[in-house]
């Protein structure tokens, strides 16, 4: 969907029921080699988007792509991050594949390649209030979804025979009480200073 950076991202990442993530697209480009992805991801203002201290992680996935190997178009577009810092700054981010600070998520398909800045960090269905998990829990925001799908009204009782851990009725609780489902975590576009869009932002989606 198309939104305004200043007054609608934040809020999708803190008010999103059934979101994983909300993507920010910086690039949709036509590619044939690995060099047009690198020259693609090297064309953007990094330094604009984030401060160089924050660390880095590159992220991606492909359908039909010709290219022979995702871990180098990876390394690639991780490269054309820190020239371009290196470039205007002298400095780069570094990188960390555990607990970044910024997620850049690129997917190629089989004659597009799309980049997009990661405006959420954890998944969103990382609400926050869960301090231990069981085997195979239900994911929050799919319990969200089944909720609002089952027609509930938020008057009447609702019970879950299968209880599990809770999730069902946990998240139509805050459902109910009209809780922001992001309010006990922290969510990158709300947080994040160094974050900060260009002049003219481009789309984000969901």
Not at 39 to 48: K, Q
Not at 87 to 110: C, E, M, Y
Not at 156 to 165: H, I, N, T, W
Request: charged share 25%.
């Amino acid at each position: 969907y198309q939104c305004d950076w200043s007054s609608d991202v934040c809020p999708s990442d803190l008010e999103s029921r059934l979101a994983s993530r909300v993507l920010l697209q910086l690039a949709h480009r036509p590619y044939r080699r690995e060099q047009d992805v690198y020259d693609a991801v090297y064309g953007i203002d990094w330094p604009v988007w984030f401060a160089v201290e924050r660390s880095l992680r590159v992220d991606v996935n492909a359908i039909r792509c010709p290219l022979k190997s995702l871990d180098f178009i990876t390394l690639r577009i991780k490269d054309a991050v820190c020239d371009r810092f290196r470039a205007k700054l002298s400095r780069r981010p570094n990188v960390d594949t555990h607990d970044p600070d910024v997620r850049v998520h690129g997917f190629l398909d089989a004659t597009h390649f799309t980049l997009y800045l990661d405006t959420s960090g954890e998944p969103l269905y990382k609400r926050g209030w869960r301090t231990d998990v069981g085997e195979a829990p239900l994911k929050e925001n799919l319990a969200a979804g089944i909720i609002m799908l089952s027609g509930w009204d938020r008057a009447e009782p609702l019970y879950d025979p299968m209880c599990g851990s809770g999730t069902l009725l946990i998240e139509a609780a805050l459902l109910a009480l009209d809780q922001p489902p992001g309010a006990r975590r922290t969510v990158v576009s709300c947080s994040c200073r160094s974050m900060r869009p260009p002049p003219r932002p481009p789309d984000a989606s969901a």
